[in-house]
């Protein structure tokens, strides 16, 4: 296309508003395609820009308070006498107070206060009007701050912004050259700004945000303030770079999409990379769809510093396998945030060149939720035909010339290991428009496929997993749920993201304070804004770093918002960005135990998933454990607060008891009994005896198999040795090591009337051990090996009676727990049965002994496996 061409299709985006198609892009709407259908999209009927009604925000004005002098950051409710240690904060504004000078004419907005509740009884739910749609359902808030009837009032007002009708907003003031002087620009957006938050209310901010005036001022302040105003004016000074940001800066929906949808990095080479994306594919600015490919695009490949050029091939790879209806419809669902995955998936992976994602694209083609299989098409092999090493250069190195940069084909048909199978499963989905997303794992890759909006684990082992990619430099797997929960609450997500730009707005231009009180206000409306939360706790640290009495509440709102759902989100939380300032305060160790009571208490769940609860309360026992002075009675104290709030929760007791008792293993014997005698009465017993503890053991264990905690089972296990007495008959191993000693062992069920727990943990050792389930159909018995092996053979010793339930077992192996391969079977039972496997040596981390048929009982004395650990 000509340049006259480009320029003139920016200058139709621009200017010509009467095609344009409505889409909901007010707070965190979708935009939807109005040129392809290949999937599911369709078009609506264009509206003409329309100043939103505001009368639902016009309820009965609040009573203001008189202004007073307010502590360093106080709540706006409880309004004590500052501390003389502290510094004295900015006054509220009024009329009789005068303002520090200002580049900019208007005064300094007051801190975002809560509105009075007395109007809220008598205040009637605003109705919407007949065109408009029902306000979406906004779910019950809660604060540190704010009252529930101001709360109440907060809902109020955020179902009736919710419910308003919003067209495309196009500015018109900043255009062309203007952008040349990007610090003049920012400059009067500050003015116009700050003039416009004059008012101190909750429904002062939500008026505000209901302008799309406002908002487009507020996201062009934001985007000069992240790029730079000297980058800015230099990409303006060319045609390509001041025709681009005319259409960029000024389309609302565009430019929130971009800076509302994750961290945006380098924001600088982000726009330099649309600039060029747009002069290669001028059509980019009028399509709603290939605009956000184009930003997710870009916003990734410079958030990681990756190739230019290859963020421009990519987006064309995208756009136009978009265009040909080539991508699976989930592509048509996906919104900013979840386009990043896709589109910025790694651009520094021979996975991710144009060439592999093309193949993908066009031959691994599955439904979504068939790619956590997809690794599997390619083949394990540690040595290439050659006998070369995956772990060394030549491995793929003499097939290079064949496939072209092809590594996704070079994969299928040379093969790999676990990284190579992983990221080709994930790049497939990826490639055909799926999220999906390469995770470590301890001495393995695995990866995750998005099914149905819930996040898939595939070929995984462990729950030590940390997906390759993240937005916030927190890698674990609660962190990628959260991520999806976060976005998925779309309206409130972006009014939360909304309030936290203006708090960033207000502290750039010293407005601290007042900051304090909007970031507070983000975090009442969207509670699981993890980077909110992490601003927020850093102007406070710059604001307030002695408010011991804050610093407590944001613990305790921190462990409100997050500990329900996602308790390993709430301890990293609490670790990184509220303890290192909040015991600079604390100093009283009864008060630090009083905040660890109090947090502890609401962790109920595991979430979905284990994590690493041990680094928690080790990072909380170093608050109270000062090892040059020892003292027993503070050690005690808190490990009766965690036991008392841990051992009766089925998901953490077993892992308690075990960091218990790695904790009092170096202590006095006398310390160690009184532990465990406090431990049993946090279960409940009446009193301790050797029955009761193998009782509370033998639940610790079983708390361990049901979430596949190998070192806490193994922990807890080793606390019932003195339960097995080697009664085995003689054992005649298998070549290699005992693989299966050190691991975990699983069953199908676990009878209360005839099974014990407690001699599980014998099972894979030579002692010998036992089990017994319910009657199951197809019951079984799975060992995790403590890490891969190249299997020679497995022993299972059955016990003494009613073999004939045992007869026909199968021996199966696999590597990631869910795809199962049979490699023997037996005929008839005996006391000890051999499966020699030394001629398929198959690879494993599992081993099941399969019974199948019933239902019937499944009892067994060992299960052991022997062979060599893989390399």
């Keep these: 296309m000509s340049k006259r061409g480009y320029l003139l299709g920016i200058a139709m985006s621009v200017g010509v508003l009467a095609g344009y198609t409505v889409y909901p892009s007010v707070i965190g709407g979708r935009p939807v395609s109005t040129k392809h259908t290949h999937s599911t999209q369709k078009k609506k009927a264009a509206s003409p820009i329309a100043e939103p009604d505001t009368a639902g925000l016009k309820d009965t004005p609040a009573p203001v308070a008189p202004p007073q002098p307010a502590p360093s950051i106080a709540p706006p409710v409880v309004q004590p006498a500052p501390s003389p240690a502290q510094p004295e904060p900015e006054p509220a504004p009024t009329p009789d107070t005068p303002q520090e000078p200002e580049p900019a004419p208007a005064p300094e907005p007051a801190p975002a206060t809560p509105d009075e509740p007395a109007p809220v009884a008598e205040e009637p739910e605003p109705e919407p009007a007949a065109d408009e749609p029902s306000a979406p359902d906004i779910p019950d808030l809660a604060s540190a701050t704010r009252t529930p009837a101001q709360l109440k009032q907060l809902q109020q007002y955020l179902k009736h912004l919710a419910s308003m009708k919003e067209a495309p907003f196009i500015g018109k003031e900043f255009t062309g050259t203007a952008w040349s002087k990007a610090d003049s620009i920012q400059r009067k957006l500050a003015s116009r700004i700050a003039k416009n938050l004059e008012g101190r209310t909750d429904k002062d901010v ?7 005036q406002n908002r487009l001022d507020l996201a062009q302040w934001q985007l000069i303030q992240h790029a730079g105003a000297d980058k800015i004016s230099t990409l303006a000074s060319t045609p390509d770079g001041h025709s681009f940001l005319t259409a960029f800066a000024n389309n609302l929906e565009w430019l929130e999409g971009f800076l509302f949808s994750g961290p945006v990095g380098n ?21 709603p769809m290939l605009r956000k490919i184009a930003a997710a695009t870009a916003a990734e490949f410079a958030r990681s510093g990756w190739e230019h050029d290859k963020a421009v091939a990519r987006n ?17 669902n996906l919104d900013y945030w979840d386009m990043r995955i896709v589109c910025g998936c790694k651009g520094n992976n021979g996975f991710g060149n144009v060439e592999s994602l093309t193949w993908q694209r066009d031959n691994v083609r599955l439904p979504a939720e068939q790619y956590t299989g997809a690794c599997w098409q390619a083949p394990y092999r540690l040595n290439n035909i050659s006998g070369d090493s995956i772990h060394g250069s030549d491995y793929y190195r003499p097939y290079d010339r064949y496939f072209s940069g092809n590594q996704a084909q070079m994969t299928k048909d040379v093969g790999g290991v676990c990284g190579g199978l992983s990221h080709y499963g994930a790049f497939a989905a990826c490639a055909n428009g799926i999220p999906a997303l390469p995770m470590g794992e301890p001495g393995h890759c695995a990866y995750t496929v998005r099914v149905n909006g819930k996040w898939t684990p595939a070929y995984s082992l462990s729950w030590q997993r940390g997906a390759h990619w993240c937005f916030w430099d927190e890698h674990t797997w609660a962190f990628l749920e959260l991520t999806q929960a ?11 993201d909304q309030v936290s730009a203006i708090a960033r707005f207000l502290a750039a231009t010293n407005k601290q304070n007042t900051a304090v009180g909007l970031y507070e206000l983000a975090t009442d409306i969207q509670p699981l804004n993890f980077p909110v939360w992490r601003e ?16 407590t509440q944001i613990n305790d709102a921190v462990c409100k918002a997050f500990a329900p759902v996602f308790p390993d989100v709430c301890a990293q939380t609490l670790m990184k960005h509220v303890y290192p300032q909040l015991f600079q305060c604390v100093k009283s160790p009864t008060d630090r135990l009083k905040i660890f009571h109090a947090s502890l208490k609401q962790f109920d769940n595991m979430g979905s998933c284990r994590w690493d609860v041990e680094n928690f309360l080790n990072k909380q026992i170093e608050q109270v454990r000062d090892k040059n002075k020892p003292n027993e009675k503070l050690l005690m104290d808190y490990l009766k607060v965690v036991m008392g ?72 296990g080793k606390m019932l040795k003195h339960k097995y007495k080697d009664s085995l008959p003689k054992i005649d191993p298998f070549p290699g090591k005992l693989l299966s000693s050190g691991g975990l062992v699983r069953m199908s069920s676990v009878s209360s009337q005839y099974g014990d727990a407690s001699m599980h943990w014998g099972l894979l050792e030579p002692c010998g051990g036992h089990f017994h389930t319910n009657k199951d159909e197809d019951a079984w018995a799975e060992v995790e090996l403590p890490r891969v092996g190249q299997l020679s053979g497995v022993v299972v010793i ?15 192996v696999s590597e ?42 499944f009892h067994l004395n060992g299960i052991q496996v022997y062979g060599k650990p893989a390399s």
């Design 536 to 551: 927020y706790c850093n102007l406070v640290k710059t604001k307030a770093p002695n408010d011991a009495r804050k610093w």
């Design 645 to 716: 709030n841990m051992m009766n929760k089925p998901a953490f007791a077993s892992i308690a008891l075990a960091w218990g008792q790695g904790q009092v293993a170096q202590e006095k014997p006398a310390f160690q009994q009184a532990f465990t005698k406090m431990t049993l009465q946090a279960m409940g017993a009446s009193r301790m005896d050797k029955d009761a503890k193998d009782k509370l053991l033998a639940a610790a264990l079983i708390g361990a198999e049901n979430s596949k905690d190998l070192t806490t089972f193994q922990t807890v």
């Design 316 to 332: 064309k790879f995208y756009a136009t396998s978009w265009k040909e209806g080539k991508l699976n419809r989930e592509f048509d």
């Design 486 to 496: 976060l976005y998925s609450d779309q309206f409130r997500t972006r009014i939360s």
């Design 267 to 287: 924001a600088d080479k982000a726009l330099a990379i649309l600039v060029d994306i747009v002069k290669d594919s001028p059509d980019t600015v009028s399509d």
């Design 816 to 857: 990631d727990r869910t795809n199962w391969t049979d490699v023997h079977q037996f005929g008839n039972a005996s006391r000890i049965l051999r499966a020699d496997l030394a001629d398929s040596k198959p690879r494993a981390r599992f081993v099941r002994i399969l019974r199948p048929g019933g239902p019937e009982f």
């Design 798 to 812: 059955c016990t003494g009676d009613n073999l004939w339930r045992l007869n026909n077992m199968k021996v199966q």
């Design 206 to 212: 939500m008026a505000f945000l209901s302008k799309p």
